[in-house]
Structure formats: C-alpha cells, structure tokens
C-alpha cells in the first residue's frame, strides 16, 4: 500500500538554526500539506500546497516557513530560524485531489525539538 | 475560521463495552468530517467519514452520526477491544478547502 513518507523521524537542532523536514508524497496525488502537533495540544494546518504554489497557509505559517517541491517526488518545509516553540510533531500529507471524496493520507511524523 | 471542540479528552472502558467521542464545530459550512485513529508512534489514519447529506455511517463495529442543526458529530465503537486502544481525532472541513481542522484528540483505553 502506498505510503507518505518522511524523513528524518526525530530531528533535534539549536535555536536559530535552519531545519529541513522531507515528505515524499504519495506519486499520484497531487495535493500536499503540513500540519503540525504541539505535544499535548491539536493538530493544526500550517499549509497546503497545490501545483508548485502555495494555495492556503495558516497564521503560524509566517515568514520563517516556507515549503518547496524541488522535484518530482519530494515536499518539503523549511524553517529559516527556528525557535523553542517551534518544538512539534510535524505531519506531511498528501491527497490526491481537493475535493470532498477524498481522503489525506499522513506521513509517520518528524518530531523536532529545538534547543 | 473552523473551531472543532472534542470530548473527553481520556476515555477508558471495559472490553467488550462501548466507547463514544463527541465532537462540536463552529462553520456552519463545514461539510466533510473525517475520524482518524493515531497508535502510539504511528501516523494519522483514516477509519471513517461522513458527509453533510448523510446522517449517521456505519463500518462494522465503528458508526459515526451527524447533527448538521446542532452541529455536532459523533463517534460510536462498539464491542471495544484491546486493539482499539489509541488516540482518535475528529476533524472538520470545507469541500472548497480540504484544510483540516482537528479537534484535541480523545485517548482511549480498553481495559482488558
């Protein structure tokens, strides 16, 4: 069965520091997101990407974020300079189109502490 | 934007017994309203969904039910097993959209 998968699946970084969490979506969707999981609080939408453009990004999605596809199998979410409160399980997810039917399908989750 | 509130945050039952998790949402417009099942260390996954012109949805011992008036949205295991212990969330979404806002989680336990 086909899977979203990410990498690394615990990244630990100093604060300040660039980090680079990779997805590699599912080949035939064509819809990817980000959404993140503070340690003991909700899962919430950082950003969905549709035809190598950004097509919805939430408030937390500010400056310090930005997301590339570099090529045809990869998706990923840049943090420039991260802080402490950036420490979070985040989730890449893929579907294979934005409409009603169709289901996301998640990553196993990169867990990034920041120190 | 969508709020999604969940309820209870721990639920502990008995096997064999059955377990509910209620879910409340702010937008009217919200149509699409998926569960998913997340196992310690596991990714999100999707066990079932249900859509504004339907009312209640059932798979084998999982069934979700609708209230579009009252805007609230349930989650019904019957005949709970050890395996169904985790962590279910509800989620809500817009077909224009298929952003996803999730409610807080309800971690189930099934006592053996």
């Known amino acids: 069965e086909p899977e979203v998968t990410q990498t690394p699946s615990h990244q630990v970084t100093q604060m300040g520091q660039e980090v680079i969490l990779r997805c590699v979506p599912i080949s035939n969707h064509l819809y990817f997101y980000w959404y993140r999981q503070i340690l003991g609080q909700k899962v919430e939408f950082l950003v969905s990407f549709y035809n190598n453009e950004i097509s919805e990004k939430s408030e937390i999605f500010d400056d310090q974020f930005s997301v590339e596809r570099p090529d045809g199998s990869n998706f990923t979410l840049k943090i420039r300079s991260t802080k402490l409160e950036d420490s979070a399980m985040y989730f890449c997810a893929s579907s294979v189109r934005q409409k009603l039917d169709t289901e996301a399908f998640f990553g196993q989750g990169t867990r990034l502490t920041v120190v | 934007g969508e709020n999604v509130e969940q309820h209870p945050s721990t639920l502990s039952v008995q096997e064999g017994d059955s377990a509910v998790i209620k879910c409340t949402y702010s937008?009217?417009?919200?149509?699409?309203f998926p569960w998913y099942k997340q196992e310690l260390g596991k990714r999100p996954q999707l066990i079932i969904d249900?859509?504004?012109?339907?009312g209640e949805k059932k798979d084998q011992r999982i069934a979700v039910t609708l209230n579009k008036t009252a805007k609230h949205f349930s989650l019904h295991i019957t005949e709970t097993q050890p395996e169904d212990s985790a962590v279910y969330f509800c989620?809500?979404?817009?077909?224009?959209?298929?952003?996803?806002?999730f409610g807080a989680g309800t971690t189930v336990t099934v006592r053996a």
């Open positions: 249900i859509r504004s012109n339907v």
């Open positions: 989620a809500a979404s817009h077909w224009s959209d298929y952003k996803l806002s």
């Open positions: 937008d009217s417009a919200s149509n699409y």
